[in-house]
């Protein structure tokens, strides 16, 4: 078998207004429990990109080498930490609602320029061959209000980026679910995300250090849980967890094998 993992946390971005602080956390205490608690993903078959070195080239290159060669049996994680979005569709005739879902790249313009749009993440994953365990974390927001949003008192931040948009706003766009469901139907593997499209992923102060609330409580659970609950029961506790203790987002998971467990 041969198992890879390719982790992207970007806290640092050009603009310091739009910088995080748990993004590396997030994808280094996710190394730790697959490579080091579980050993699973032997650390050189693990990549990181981090702040600068995390361009849009340098993703798509990176998800390029994750699925290089994949055959059944093989294990693959793709975990996302950093700003996301929704921006002005490119391909108005397949997007009814007019936007893209995006994740935001370091070089990414706040514009829409180096977006990383849902529609480019089906056409990568499109080519996973069946019998791989492809497992695909989106810590980020999906949210279609794209002002940031900072409440200092509980040292939480948003985890989305200031985008230009020119759609109507009296049309609601499709939750995130949906448009995902639509280009990527089915994802062959499990998408994990932190959130809806109208919602925010916090960015958050816990056990005095900082992290994305939805990775921290999914890092929990898989700690609890990874052998024994489908991925999608695990999501739904996390959900629990980040209800508990304030927060206001739901993660949501999809695909094929989303009532499968993280590790094979």
Same mark, same amino acid.
């Given at each position: 078998?041969?198992?890879?993992?390719?982790? !992207?946390? =970007?806290?640092?971005?050009?603009?310091?207004?739009?910088?995080?602080?748990?993004? =590396?956390?997030?994808? /280094?205490?996710?190394?730790?429990?697959?490579?080091?608690?579980?050993?699973?993903?032997?650390?050189?078959?693990?990549?990181?990109? #981090?702040?600068?070195?995390? #361009?849009?080239?340098?993703?798509?290159?990176?998800?390029?080498?994750?699925?290089?060669?994949?055959?059944?049996?093989?294990? /693959?994680?793709?975990?996302?930490?950093?700003?996301?979005?929704?921006?002005?569709?490119?391909?108005?005739?397949?997007?009814?609602?007019?936007?893209?879902? *995006? =994740?935001?790249?370091?070089?990414? %313009?706040?514009?829409?320029?180096?977006?990383?749009?849902?529609?480019?993440?089906?056409?990568?994953?499109?080519?996973?061959?069946?019998? !791989?365990?492809?497992?695909?974390?989106?810590?980020?927001?999906?949210?279609?209000? /794209?002002?940031?949003?900072?409440?200092?008192?509980?040292? =939480? #931040?948003?985890?989305?980026?200031?985008? !230009?948009?020119?759609? +109507?706003?009296?049309?609601? $766009?499709?939750?995130? %679910?949906?448009?995902?469901?639509?280009?990527?139907?089915?994802?062959?593997?499990? /998408?994990? %995300?932190?959130?809806?499209?109208?919602?925010?992923?916090?960015?958050?102060?816990?056990?005095?250090?900082?992290?994305?609330?939805? #990775?921290?409580?999914?890092?929990?659970?898989?700690?609890?849980?990874?052998?024994?609950?489908?991925?999608?029961? *695990?999501?739904?506790?996390?959900?629990?967890?980040?209800?508990? +203790?304030?927060?206001?987002?739901? $993660?949501?998971?999809?695909?094929?094998?989303?009532?499968?467990?993280?590790?094979?």
């Amino acid at each position: 078998m041969k198992n890879k993992a390719l982790l !992207v946390g =970007i806290n640092k971005y050009p603009d310091p207004q739009n910088e995080l602080r748990g993004c =590396i956390n997030d994808i /280094l205490d996710m190394e730790h429990f697959i490579a080091e608690t579980n050993k699973v993903y032997a650390k050189q078959n693990i990549k990181k990109l #981090t702040d600068r070195d995390a #361009t849009k080239k340098e993703i798509v290159t990176q998800i390029k080498w994750l699925l290089e060669g994949a055959q059944p049996g093989d294990q /693959l994680l793709f975990h996302y930490s950093g700003h996301g979005a929704q921006a002005p569709t490119l391909n108005a005739k397949i997007e009814p609602d007019g936007l893209d879902e *995006i =994740i935001c790249p370091y070089d990414f %313009s706040g514009q829409g320029e180096n977006a990383l749009r849902d529609k480019e993440f089906a056409q990568l994953f499109a080519s996973i061959p069946k019998g !791989v365990h492809f497992v695909w974390i989106s810590d980020s927001c999906h949210a279609e209000d /794209l002002s940031r949003d900072i409440n200092t008192k509980e040292s =939480i #931040t948003y985890r989305q980026f200031q985008v !230009v948009t020119h759609h +109507n706003h009296d049309k609601l $766009p499709k939750t995130r %679910s949906e448009s995902f469901n639509a280009i990527t139907a089915p994802l062959n593997g499990a /998408l994990l %995300s932190a959130c809806a499209s109208h919602e925010l992923s916090a960015d958050a102060y816990i056990n005095n250090r900082f992290n994305g609330a939805f #990775t921290h409580y999914l890092i929990k659970n898989l700690l609890q849980y990874s052998d024994s609950k489908s991925m999608q029961a *695990i999501v739904q506790l996390v959900n629990m967890d980040l209800d508990k +203790n304030g927060y206001d987002q739901n $993660p949501e998971s999809e695909g094929t094998l989303q009532n499968d467990n993280f590790f094979l």
